[in-house]
């Protein structure tokens, strides 16, 4: 997997020069334990981290109530941060080395953070920071999918049952889309004017119902993974392909799809 990296990186192009440095907070939903000193030692000097721990209510930043996985700690963050956001926020799980991010970059997120091109995540407005389809894409939750269907699958998309209701929950009158997919799994950056496009209350009407709903953690927070991308694009389907995002997103060039 190492010779994979080095040797895309010989076919990199900088297609896109950043003119300044934006502000950026890397926004970390993490346990108190969790060893995030990995982002010491990021190339920007620009990135400011704001860790909220989901477990420890005497932290700096923290959540409400340890519910909803990651989910909880990002929409805390847009709620607690909302008119002091910087340029660019960048949302994370707490360790270094996690399967969510690409092979491509050696399944590391400060490899992942140091070839970032910022300036795609300013004309995108908002960036899934996982490249691969798998469990995820181009064609994932299906709304109407429910436990008694004989195509739900309790491994691999526990949540997809539930998918309906939350939509409507969380987002009412909404079009409800059939189809919801995009790359897994909350690892993502958005800018401070996407953010602000949500109303702040939203973000707060989420965080409630995460804490007070009937779903277990690992089901509300899965059910965040498939909805970031219409929170803030109301785009049912964002599935660019892998190695046109590995270009734009990192840098990571190769000619063709098949390379």
Request: net charge negative; proline share 5%.
């Amino acid at each position: 997997m190492v010779w994979i990296f080095l040797h895309c990186s010989y076919a990199v192009t900088d297609f896109y020069q950043q003119t300044s440095s934006p502000s950026v907070h890397l926004v970390l939903s993490t346990l108190s334990f969790n060893d995030y000193s990995w982002t010491k030692n990021l190339s920007s000097q620009n990135y400011k981290v704001i860790p909220y721990m989901v477990d420890d209510q005497n932290a700096q930043y923290h959540t409400p109530a340890n519910q909803g996985n990651e989910a909880m700690g990002h929409l805390t963050y847009m709620y607690d941060f909302y008119d002091n956001l910087p340029d660019i926020s960048i949302f994370l799980h707490g360790q270094d080395y996690v399967w969510h991010i690409d092979g491509a970059l050696e399944y590391s997120t400060a490899k992942s953070l140091n070839r970032l091109d910022l300036t795609e995540v300013l004309r995108r407005k908002y960036m899934n920071l996982r490249i691969s389809w798998d469990i995820a894409n181009p064609n994932w939750m299906n709304t109407s999918i429910t436990i008694d269907s004989p195509e739900f699958s309790t491994k691999l998309k526990g949540e997809e049952p539930y998918m309906k209701d939350a939509f409507e929950a969380l987002f009412p009158g909404d079009p409800l889309p059939e189809i919801l997919a995009a790359p897994c799994c909350s690892h993502f950056a958005v800018t401070r004017d996407t953010i602000r496009s949500v109303p702040r209350e939203r973000y707060q009407n989420a965080m409630s119902w995460l804490q007070n709903g009937y779903m277990s953690s690992s089901i509300s927070g899965r059910i965040w993974e498939h909805l970031w991308h219409w929170l803030f694009l109301k785009r049912a389907v964002d599935c660019l392909d892998e190695h046109a995002a590995l270009c734009r997103n990192y840098r990571i060039c190769f000619e063709s799809a098949g390379d």
